[in-house]
T-cell receptor, first 112, second 110 residues
């Protein structure tokens, strides 16, 4: 599974969009990009995942560059409850033995 | 939230004693996982299961064993607990596309 690089920390003003970057330059064609977050002492929470196309759900949007070497998670209107550590993970499919390998993530602080 | 429970939620034990943590799901998902989380290391995979009686090792499996005799239950056993196994343990389940995590078990080995 390819490695990812994320900034260790970011700040965002409440009500503004939070844009969290992730680099995954060694990603291979059959690997997905997953995003999870972990609010202090709770279990990680699934946010979104994608392969090639941009994805959107009720929580966030995932923008993947055309060469797939980087992606951005967008929280459109950040609230104080979005303060958490955000993990960008690249993994292969389950039929290829792909597993979630967590790095250090980005600690997002949403401020009033 | 996915139907995952972990028991116990907190446990304090002494070095050398056996400990079993239980993960129970109500989703009938095929895949189940055990992770541990420690400061400075993030989440690390201990063991996982592809189905009943079908398990495999993760990256930090030494000192741990697992069993899955029913789809809904995945047990993690520390045969002889050591202080280095003090950690927060998370169970996860997957439908083959996404993993969902339980609330965690905080284990302290004195």
């Amino acid at each position: 599974d390819a490695k990812t690089t994320q900034p260790p920390s970011m700040d965002c003003a409440e009500g503004r969009a939070a844009n969290l970057p992730c680099n995954h330059s060694t990603i291979s064609g059959n690997e997905y990009v997953y995003w999870y977050r972990q609010i202090h002492s709770q279990g990680p929470q699934y946010i979104i995942h994608g392969l090639k196309n941009n994805e959107t759900n009720e929580m966030a949007s995932l923008i993947i560059t055309e060469d797939r070497k980087s992606s951005t998670l967008i929280l459109p209107h950040a609230t104080l409850r979005d303060t958490a550590v955000y993990y960008c993970i690249v993994r292969g499919g389950y039929n290829q033995g792909g597993k979630l390998i967590f790095g250090q993530g980005t600690e997002l602080s949403v401020k009033p | 939230d996915a139907g995952i429970t972990q028991s116990p939620r907190h446990k304090v034990t002494e070095t050398g004693t056996p400990v079993t943590l239980r993960c129970h799901q109500t989703e009938n998902h095929r895949y189940m996982y055990w992770y541990r989380q420690d400061p400075g290391h993030g989440l690390r995979l201990i063991h996982y299961s592809y189905g009943v009686k079908d398990t495999d090792k993760g990256e930090v499996s030494d000192g741990y064993s697992v069993s899955r005799s029913k789809t809904e239950d995945f047990l993690l056993t520390l045969e002889s607990a050591t202080s280095s196994q003090t950690s927060v343990y998370f169970c996860a389940i997957s439908d083959g596309a996404t993993e969902f995590f339980g609330p965690g078990t905080r284990l302290t080995v004195l």
